[in-house]
Protein backbone atom coordinates (compact mmCIF):
# COMPACT_ATOMS: atom_id res chain seq x y z
CA UNK A 1 0.00 0.00 0.00
CA UNK A 2 1.21 3.51 -0.74
CA UNK A 3 0.56 6.41 0.20
CA UNK A 4 -3.24 6.57 0.17
CA UNK A 5 -5.91 4.19 1.15
CA UNK A 6 -6.05 1.14 -1.19
CA UNK A 7 -9.79 2.62 -1.78
CA UNK A 8 -8.74 4.86 -4.18
CA UNK A 9 -8.39 3.83 -7.76
CA UNK A 10 -9.87 6.46 -9.46
CA UNK A 11 -9.33 10.31 -10.23
CA UNK A 12 -12.85 10.66 -8.40
CA UNK A 13 -11.33 8.81 -5.17
CA UNK A 14 -8.48 10.61 -5.38
CA UNK A 15 -10.94 13.90 -5.26
CA UNK A 16 -12.59 13.24 -2.51
CA UNK A 17 -9.69 11.79 -0.49
CA UNK A 18 -8.03 15.42 -0.97
CA UNK A 19 -11.37 17.21 -0.24
CA UNK A 20 -11.45 14.74 2.58
CA UNK A 21 -7.61 16.04 3.77
CA UNK A 22 -7.86 19.95 2.74
CA UNK A 23 -11.65 19.75 5.30
CA UNK A 24 -9.64 18.13 8.30
CA UNK A 25 -6.68 21.08 7.93
CA UNK A 26 -9.53 23.86 7.77
CA UNK A 27 -11.11 22.78 10.68
CA UNK A 28 -7.89 21.85 12.82
CA UNK A 29 -6.63 25.62 11.68
CA UNK A 30 -10.21 26.97 12.80
CA UNK A 31 -9.13 25.45 16.16
CA UNK A 32 -5.76 26.81 16.46
CA UNK A 33 -5.63 30.41 15.11
CA UNK A 34 -7.73 31.23 18.44
CA UNK A 35 -4.18 30.71 20.42
CA UNK A 36 -2.13 32.29 17.18
CA UNK A 37 -3.78 35.55 17.84
CA UNK A 38 -3.71 35.35 21.52
CA UNK A 39 0.34 35.05 20.76
CA UNK A 40 0.60 37.60 18.15
CA UNK A 41 1.85 41.21 20.08
CA UNK A 42 1.60 43.17 16.91
CA UNK A 43 -1.54 44.49 16.26
CA UNK A 44 -1.41 44.22 12.46
CA UNK A 45 -0.71 40.83 13.00
CA UNK A 46 -3.13 40.14 15.66
CA UNK A 47 -5.98 41.61 12.96
CA UNK A 48 -4.42 39.63 10.17
CA UNK A 49 -5.05 36.45 11.78
CA UNK A 50 -8.29 37.64 13.15
CA UNK A 51 -9.29 38.28 9.74
CA UNK A 52 -8.36 34.84 8.66
CA UNK A 53 -10.32 33.24 11.17
CA UNK A 54 -13.34 34.33 10.05
CA UNK A 55 -12.16 33.42 6.09
CA UNK A 56 -11.41 29.99 7.12
CA UNK A 57 -14.83 29.68 8.93
CA UNK A 58 -15.81 30.99 5.26
CA UNK A 59 -13.53 27.86 3.53
CA UNK A 60 -15.36 25.30 5.85
CA UNK A 61 -18.71 26.02 4.44
CA UNK A 62 -17.29 26.34 0.68
CA UNK A 63 -15.48 22.63 0.87
CA UNK A 64 -18.85 21.59 2.38
CA UNK A 65 -20.63 23.15 -1.03
CA UNK A 66 -17.93 21.51 -2.95
CA UNK A 67 -19.10 17.57 -0.61
CA UNK A 68 -22.66 18.73 -1.67
CA UNK A 69 -22.24 19.66 -5.13
CA UNK A 70 -19.95 16.39 -5.73
CA UNK A 71 -22.99 14.29 -4.30
CA UNK A 72 -20.52 12.75 -1.26
CA UNK A 73 -20.80 13.07 2.49
CA UNK A 74 -18.89 15.99 3.86
CA UNK A 75 -16.30 13.95 6.27
CA UNK A 76 -12.51 14.67 7.30
CA UNK A 77 -9.68 12.07 7.21
CA UNK A 78 -6.68 12.77 9.18
CA UNK A 79 -4.19 15.07 7.21
CA UNK A 80 -0.53 14.51 9.43
CA UNK A 81 1.13 17.23 7.19
CA UNK A 82 -1.34 19.92 8.80
CA UNK A 83 -0.77 18.29 11.98
CA UNK A 84 2.95 18.38 11.87
CA UNK A 85 2.81 22.05 10.81
CA UNK A 86 0.54 23.19 13.71
CA UNK A 87 2.33 21.01 16.09
CA UNK A 88 5.66 22.24 14.89
CA UNK A 89 4.55 26.26 14.82
CA UNK A 90 3.39 25.31 18.56
CA UNK A 91 6.75 24.21 19.53
CA UNK A 92 8.49 27.05 18.27
CA UNK A 93 6.63 29.76 19.64
CA UNK A 94 6.97 28.20 22.75
CA UNK A 95 10.33 28.11 22.57
CA UNK A 96 10.69 32.02 21.71
CA UNK A 97 10.13 35.58 24.71
CA UNK A 98 11.38 38.24 22.50
CA UNK A 99 8.00 39.33 21.57
CA UNK A 100 9.10 40.57 18.08
CA UNK A 101 10.95 37.22 17.49
CA UNK A 102 7.78 35.45 18.64
CA UNK A 103 5.53 37.38 16.35
CA UNK A 104 8.01 36.85 13.19
CA UNK A 105 7.84 32.78 13.88
CA UNK A 106 4.14 33.20 14.06
CA UNK A 107 4.36 34.73 10.55
CA UNK A 108 6.97 32.10 9.28
CA UNK A 109 4.26 29.06 10.47
CA UNK A 110 1.19 31.23 9.06
CA UNK A 111 3.26 30.96 5.70
CA UNK A 112 3.72 27.48 6.29
CA UNK A 113 0.18 26.34 6.98
CA UNK A 114 -0.84 28.89 3.72
CA UNK A 115 1.88 27.37 1.50
CA UNK A 116 -0.05 23.89 2.27
CA UNK A 117 -3.09 25.03 1.98
CA UNK A 118 -2.37 26.83 -1.71
CA UNK A 119 -0.70 23.49 -2.28
CA UNK A 120 -4.07 21.08 -1.35
CA UNK A 121 -6.30 23.89 -3.43
CA UNK A 122 -4.70 24.36 -6.61
CA UNK A 123 -4.16 20.23 -6.98
CA UNK A 124 -8.10 19.99 -6.13
CA UNK A 125 -9.22 22.64 -8.42
CA UNK A 126 -6.75 21.08 -11.36
CA UNK A 127 -8.85 17.97 -10.58
CA UNK A 128 -12.14 18.76 -10.17
CA UNK A 129 -11.70 20.74 -14.42
CA UNK A 130 -10.21 17.26 -15.05
CA UNK A 131 -13.22 15.54 -13.90
CA UNK A 132 -15.22 17.99 -15.28
CA UNK A 133 -16.48 19.99 -12.34
CA UNK A 134 -15.97 23.19 -12.87
CA UNK A 135 -18.77 24.22 -10.45
CA UNK A 136 -16.28 22.46 -7.86
CA UNK A 137 -13.19 24.11 -9.04
CA UNK A 138 -14.58 27.30 -9.04
CA UNK A 139 -15.90 26.87 -5.25
CA UNK A 140 -12.56 25.74 -4.21
CA UNK A 141 -11.00 28.35 -6.51
CA UNK A 142 -12.67 31.36 -4.17
CA UNK A 143 -10.47 29.59 -1.12
CA UNK A 144 -7.28 29.51 -3.16
CA UNK A 145 -7.62 33.26 -4.12
CA UNK A 146 -7.43 33.82 -0.16
CA UNK A 147 -5.27 31.71 0.73
CA UNK A 148 -2.95 33.57 -1.76
CA UNK A 149 -4.22 36.87 -0.15
CA UNK A 150 -3.28 36.03 3.13
CA UNK A 151 0.04 34.92 2.43
CA UNK A 152 0.98 37.99 0.49
CA UNK A 153 -0.54 39.91 3.35
CA UNK A 154 1.61 38.06 6.06
CA UNK A 155 4.69 38.62 3.55
CA UNK A 156 4.16 42.34 3.55
CA UNK A 157 3.64 42.52 7.41
CA UNK A 158 6.93 40.41 7.83
CA UNK A 159 8.94 42.65 5.50
CA UNK A 160 7.87 45.94 6.31
CA UNK A 161 7.58 45.84 10.08
CA UNK A 162 7.52 42.36 12.07
CA UNK A 163 11.51 41.32 10.77
CA UNK A 164 13.17 44.75 11.04
CA UNK A 165 11.61 44.58 14.52
CA UNK A 166 12.88 41.21 15.05
CA UNK A 167 16.23 41.74 14.08
Sequence with gaps: MGFFSKDIKTLDDLFIHMLRDIYYAE???????????GEATDPQLKAGFE??????RGHIDRVEQVFE????KAKAVN?????GILEEADKVSGDIDDKEVLDAALIASAQAVEHYEMTRYGTLIAWAKQLGRSDCAN???????EEQATDRKLTEIAENRINLLAA
Excluded: F, S
Design 139 to 145: VLAKNLK
Design 79 to 83: CPAID
Design 51 to 56: KHLEQT
Design 69 to 72: LHGV
Design 27 to 37: KKIERTLPKMI
